[in-house]
């Protein structure tokens, strides 16, 4: 019986597409340098445990693939910390660790998450996770996914009710990595777009004025980048 268990667990994991193998991390990942790198467990934060909401943008784990890692690792955004989860199938959860060497995460749903380093809309330098929406000629337009925590409300004077903590899904960001590589705010408006590129203000004039864009549809903003990608 405990055979047949095994095998019937062993053939739902082949099903789908996790083997045991992937499943069972132990605390390092191995690297296609042949080493391994270490994993930080997730804990609990006692502030966030009666939350409504979720942290997440995605409700499951999803198998993806990492770079300069062998392995195939079921994944999940934490959009509120800001951190790539990783289930190691035996209820443990560990956080991928924010280093260049593990900077692109390539879901199965074809999604592709980029660690980059920018600058936050409080002009706050940062390193984190941004969804790859576009990338021509080595100019990439960029997503920040974002997750507050609002906290709980008491009632006031013994009036009112109680209000639990809940996390609150935040407008997008968006972000255009350059061809060299540094990451700046996608700009507002034509002026702001022109001071990023001085040299092809009269350049992006022209563009803007034989087609109707905004500055606020994704859509747009990938076509907006398109063109971007053809100035020198």
């Known amino acids: 019986m405990r ?49 409504t909401g979720t942290p997440y943008v995605l409700p499951n784990f999803v198998l993806a693939q990492i770079s300069n890692v062998k392995e195939t690792i079921l994944v999940k955004y934490n959009a509120y910390s800001d951190e790539m989860e990783i289930d190691n199938g035996d209820g443990k ?7 260049d060497d593990f900077n692109t995460v390539t879901l199965k749903t074809g999604t592709v998450y980029r660690l980059v380093d920018y600058k936050n809309s409080e002009n706050v330098s940062a390193k984190g996770y941004m969804v790859e929406k576009t990338t021509v000629n080595g100019v990439t337009l960029l997503k920040k996914e974002k997750v507050t925590l609002i906290p709980e409300k008491q009632p006031m004077n013994g009036y009112g009710s109680y209000t639990p903590p809940r996390y609150d899904k935040q407008s997008e960001e968006y972000y255009l990595m350059l061809k060299n590589n540094s990451v700046v705010s996608f700009p507002k408006n034509k002026k702001k777009l022109q001071e990023l590129f001085p040299e092809q203000a009269e350049k992006i ?13 994704e859509n747009d903003m990938v076509k907006l980048t398109e063109f971007l990608s053809t100035l020198s």
């Open 3 to 51: 055979k047949l268990m095994a095998v019937m667990a062993a053939t739902t994991l082949a099903v789908s597409g996790v083997s045991a193998q992937n499943m069972r991390l132990s605390g390092k990942i191995n690297t296609t340098n042949g080493g391994s790198s270490e994993l930080a467990e997730k804990i609990g934060k006692k502030e966030s445990a009666a939350a």
């Open 93 to 99: 959860i560990f956080l991928l660790p924010k280093q």
């Open 205 to 217: 004039n022209t563009y803007l004025k034989e087609n109707d864009l905004s500055f606020k549809k």
